[in-house]
């Protein structure tokens, strides 16, 4: 009886395996430390989460675990490397070592305040114009597939701060070449993930952060900001919204690495103008109606601002030297020309979604090899 089961278990074994039958749904696991309502999750990884199901009929399948519950900010990088998670989102300067030259780019975050065009340039450069930039992720045991910009920063402080002058002595959170612009300010920057700023403004750890205006809602912001200056702090720009852990990207068959790629124009496109420009639009209304102080930085922030974009020709490629990174300038130079293609582009592009992801399959992922990423 036993080698009759066994037999027939065979023959069943072998039937499915050359019938052509769908092979087992593989199940991934996306860990984000951003929660579940913050425009990065809701607006961009969850509906391609479904996209990409529904395009490989269900044979590849993602898990959001948001909230930090497997990651935080800054151990991402090394949670995709180590396979603890099979991808999640990275942000460059929480790992300046490790991808140093990716921080080029982030660093460049007073060069274009067009949310849509900065995106474009930045993804552009990443996967197209600097194979150092994906030579890190690759040391680092990942694959970048997609990322994107977040519109221009402001300054949101859990106490009346509506001038420069005000801006002395502040402990602000800052990243990347925002510390030193926090520094031209006069304050000082203290380097904390966006949603660890939250509880610190509460304690008094913080007085200020260096904040998206969409983070008003998404992240609690609303609930900690009692004034706000209305003018650009930088903005972050390569992010990695999809960077895979190697292993996991070379589990999936050809078919499936391209079903992915396919899905990256659309996520970028929408996080950047659903989550981004027109969330700003929302949460802007919403502090205003909550009594929030917003003041326009006025001539003398303009004028410090000319200073730092200045200092910054200098002071980004001196620290990435020292990081290491043998030609910034030439990865900077790179950026600036695909930022000038996209500033075109974007006039074109205004806020559809549509019409963005369009222009990111043409400008960028009809150029690469899902076999050889």
Not at 20 to 44: M, T
Not at 149 to 154: E, T
Not at 316 to 337: C, D
């Amino acid at each position: 009886m036993f080698k009759k089961l066994a037999f027939t278990f065979f023959a069943i074994t072998l039937t499915y395996a050359f019938s052509g039958a769908p092979a087992q749904a593989k199940d991934y696991v996306y860990g984000s430390f951003f929660g579940a309502k913050a425009s990065e999750n809701s607006i961009g990884v969850a509906p391609t989460i479904k996209e990409i199901e529904k395009a490989t009929n269900g044979a590849i399948k993602w898990k959001l675990l948001a909230g930090g519950q497997v990651v935080s900010g800054r151990g991402t990088l090394a949670a995709i490397r180590d396979k603890l998670i099979d991808s999640g989102l990275v942000v460059a300067p929480f790992t300046r070592k490790e991808l140093a030259t990716n921080n080029t780019i982030f660093d460049m975050g007073f060069h274009g305040t067009d949310v849509v065009a900065v995106s474009g340039a930045s993804v552009e450069t990443i996967l197209v114009s600097c194979p150092e930039c994906l030579a890190e992720y690759k040391k680092n045991n990942a694959v970048f597939l997609g990322g994107y910009a977040l519109s221009p920063f402001r300054l949101m402080c859990a106490k009346k701060v509506t001038s420069l002058a005000d801006i002395a002595n502040k402990k602000i959170r800052a990243v990347g070449s925002t510390a030193r612009w926090i520094k031209l300010l006069g304050g000082a920057p203290v380097s904390v993930p966006a949603p660890e700023a939250v509880p610190a403004m509460q304690r008094g750890a913080l007085d200020c952060a260096v904040a998206s205006p969409g983070w008003l809602m998404a992240l609690g912001y609303m609930e900690v900001t009692k004034s706000l200056i209305d003018f650009t702090f930088g903005s972050p720009r390569g992010v990695g919204l999809w960077v895979l852990n190697r292993a996991a990207w070379d589990s999936m068959s050809l078919q499936h690495k391209k079903a992915m790629l396919k899905e990256m124009p659309m996520s970028q496109a929408r996080l950047t103008i659903e989550g981004y420009v027109k969330n700003d639009l929302r949460n802007f209304s919403a502090a205003r109606a909550k009594g929030i102080t917003i003041t326009k930085g006025g001539p003398k922030f303009s004028a410090k601002l000319l200073v730092h974009i200045a200092n910054e020709e200098k002071a980004i490629p001196a620290q990435l030297k020292g990081l290491g990174v043998k030609n910034p300038e030439r990865i900077m130079s790179a950026f600036k020309v695909n930022l000038k293609k996209w500033e075109a582009l974007s006039k074109d592009i205004g806020t559809d979604v549509d019409k963005f992801a369009k222009a990111l399959q043409t400008h960028i992922y009809d150029k690469l090899d899902a076999g050889k990423l």
